[in-house]
């Protein structure tokens, strides 16, 4: 028996041996795939196509995937074209989660903002049944996503699916959190068109307010800009970065607004923190100035007093007046609908002014599809 022990113990080594050399064979010879997980952190990423401008950081190929809604009647026109087709109508993106106040400005919207001369999708972030409320048209999708990233995250991940956001010169990205378009009477402008015709060559990033708490930036309920402020905003170049950075101030945390540090430049990430989220805003608009252009707000206390002497942002009425969006904190008084076509309505601004505005506008039967045309 031990002799049988003793011959069993000297076999054991070979037989080991021949096995391994067996297991390495079939790792060679069939490609058995040892990695756990398709992409490896030091793999090299795929060929990046040429960047459109010397802003952007590298702009990966597209990956085509079932797409979540109906293509827009426009490019549905275009799909066979031999080249890629750009519209030359605006895209403009509306992220929602279902609450009583958002629901009621959907609604608005709904009703007085929609009009033929743009593309509309609905971002629907959460469970909700809100997408039926929209009509049936050719320039009116939406689809439902899991509500993560926050919304400029959202954007961010729509905007590159099948590469929407190459299809499209001209943007605007809002939310639910706003109500409008207000007007007055005698205006005959569209509203998209108030915000858009304010991107220029110079200025690549538009929206309601300057808010100048932490670090002067345009505020994202909503944001108007063109193909090249995507660009930089989804993929910053190391370079861009790197100067942004060196222009910075040097970060000191706030106990009230714990905005971090910025970490992830641009739009496109996900953040599953709210601060995380608002630092993203926040430091948007510096990069914006660091790439070389400037911002626009169309508050009219942006483009009065201060700036007539210099940068609006350098002036201590900005940060005395720091976040505009508050009861009386408008410069001591209430910022009004038509200072900026659309108002706040979470943040307790001058009810009484939001209740009469959207029962006149209501009563007036004012609809966008009579003052936008492309």
Known sequence: MFLANSQTRERIPWVAAICALFLIWSFFTLRVNTKPFTVARNEPPPDPIQPLNHNAGPI????????????????????????????ERPLILYAFFDTKLARENLRFYIKHALHDAADFLFIF?????????????GNIRWLKRENKCFDLGAFAEVLLENGLYLKYKKYITMNASIRGPFLPHWSTGCWSDMYLSKVTNETKLVGMTMNCHIRPHIQSMIWAYDRTTIDFLLFPSAELVTKYQEILHPYIPDPYTPVPNMTAP????????????????????????A?????????MAY???????????????CFKNADTLGSGRYYGIDIHPFDTVF???????????LERMTEWTDASGYSSYDHCSI
């Not at 972030?125 to 048209?137: K, R, S």
């Open 125 to 137: 972030n959460g469970d909700t049944n809100a997408e039926h409320l929209l009509p049936v048209a």
């Open 60 to 87: 990966p190929k597209i990956n085509a995937t079932r797409p979540r809604y109906t293509p827009f009647a426009d490019q549905a026109l275009h799909e066979k074209d031999p080249k890629p087709y750009v519209s």
């Open 303 to 317: 483009h009065a007093g201060e700036v007539q002497r210099g940068d609006y942002t350098n002036g201590q009425e």
């Open 266 to 289: 641009g739009i496109n990430s996900c953040p599953d923190k709210y601060w995380d989220a608002v630092a993203i805003e926040v430091y948007a608009a510096g990069l914006v100035k």
């Open 291 to 299: 790439a070389g252009y400037k911002v626009d707000a169309m508050m």
């Open 343 to 353: 108002a706040k309505t979470n943040r307790g601004i001058a009810p009484k002014v």
